[in-house]
């Protein structure tokens, strides 16, 4: 017993995780040999095919490579499962890249992490499902990450937004599950959201509920103010026309009563009109407040501490609708470690700084030459207006000499 303590300090001092690792991918060469696609949408003509790609940046093509949706306006679908495992007294953490290379205009981006039990070329939307974590994004007004889990039958969403990125590089997702139902959402390694599971989800039936036997009184009054009944209207208030003839109009010299009828002026706003007359508005003397429904507890209610937990995490799947393929998702990790996550994730931040430079490179020459391109046909516009001046010139030359 001794050496066992001895040895998991030893293991603490090193910094050595003794986390388990239920499923990691980093799509190599064997990557088919884990992954099943499905072929649900076959039959309709809109399944998509996958492929695996580093994109047009990265830092290392090998090592950068990731499952790609390659066709546009289609659906996506595909899994891999691993061993059973059951998160129950354990962290949670679901963690991959995403990049929407295509700048992507509509589509999904989110993993899901499902129990088995399951046929992986049937796979689709209606399949399933314990928890879907990451992007969706359409159009400027839907830039979210979603959290949805499943829980008695029904998938819940979670109540806040959390927002999601959507230019063209990778960023990197995190979701991590405690098992004191508190959750929190990493983006890049910085927390974008967190909280508890019974707060921001209506996982859990209301504590208090409406009172079904109480209405509000038939004489009740909730009225803030009434209109004055002492109030009068001022004589005369009638009798101020809204439009009246405009005093500075005069008629045509041209005009002609017999031909064009006699002249009208023109009829505007009458700046003395006040519009219709209305009582001036009082504090109500029997006006009660708001009326509150009176609330009772619950006969529903239950509480549940183990809202995180599912005893059957078998598979992880993509699932997704894109208008604009291109997206590239990398580096998948299900573990109950916080540390291996983090350390997994050092993969995806060689390749974030990598394909940053790339990129700025490519614009560094995409500007270059388009900075060229630019000289260049200011050039020839230059010597083309050059040359149609003297063939002017020429031109009046001989007619001059003609004449």
């Known amino acids: 017993m001794k050496s066992l303590v001895s040895t998991l300090v030893l293991l603490a001092l090193l910094g050595v ?13 064997s990557w088919a040999s884990r992954w099943i696609p499905s072929k649900s949408k076959e039959s309709e003509g809109t399944q998509g095919k996958w492929g695996v790609s580093a994109g047009k940046f990265y ?16 659906f996506y679908q595909i899994t891999a499962s691993f061993p059973k495992f059951s998160n129950k007294d354990k962290t949670l953490v679901l963690q991959y890249s995403a990049k929407h290379e295509q700048r992507i205009d509509c589509g999904g981006g989110y993993i899901k992490l499902m129990p088995d039990g399951f046929e992986a070329e049937k796979f689709n939307g209606d399949t399933p499902y314990n928890i879907m974590f990451g992007p969706d994004i359409c159009g400027s007004s839907t830039k979210k990450t979603h959290l949805i889990f499943h829980y008695k039958g029904k998938n819940h969403l979670i109540k806040k937004e959390i927002k999601a990125e ?13 098992p004191d139902n508190t959750y929190e959402v990493q983006i ?4 974008v959201s967190s909280g508890s599971l019974k707060e921001d989800w209506d996982m859990l039936p209301a504590k208090k509920i409406k009172d079904p036997k109480s209405s509000k009184p038939s004489d009740w009054v909730d009225e803030k103010q009434i209109a004055d009944p002492n109030d009068k209207k001022p004589e005369g208030w009638d009798d101020i026309p809204a439009e009246i003839a405009d005093p500075d109009a005069k ?7 017999e031909l064009d009828g006699q002249w009208e002026a023109p009829m505007i706003d009458n700046p003395d009109y006040k519009g219709e007359w209305k009582a001036k508005m009082i504090d109500n003397p029997a006006y009660k407040g708001e009326w ?13 501490n183990n809202l995180y937990a599912y005893d059957n995490n078998a598979a992880v799947g993509f699932e997704l609708w894109q208008v604009k393929a291109g997206s590239i998702f990398d580096n998948i990790i299900v573990t109950d470690d916080v540390e291996e996550a983090k350390k997994f994730a050092e993969k995806t931040e060689k390749t974030k700084e990598g394909e940053k430079k790339a990129f700025d490179k490519a614009e560094e020459e995409r500007k270059a030459k388009e900075e060229q391109e630019r000289k260049v046909r200011e050039a020839e516009e230059a010597k083309k207006a050059e040359e149609d001046k003297d ?11 003609e004449l």
């Open 17 to 29: 995780s003794c986390g388990n690792i239920y499923f990691q991918e980093t799509f190599d060469d």
């Open 59 to 74: 830092n290392d093509e090998k090592e950068d490579k990731g499952l790609q949706t390659t066709e546009d306006a289609r």
């Open 166 to 178: 959507s230019d063209e590089f990778t960023h990197l997702y995190t979701l991590i599950l405690k």
């Open 188 to 191: 890049d390694g910085k927390e």
């Open 251 to 257: 008629k045509p010299e041209d005009w002609d009563d």
């Open 292 to 304: 509150i429904h009176p609330e009772i507890d619950n006969p529903d209610y239950f509480d549940d």
């Open 391 to 401: 063939e002017d010139e020429e031109a009046d030359a001989d007619l001059k000499d």
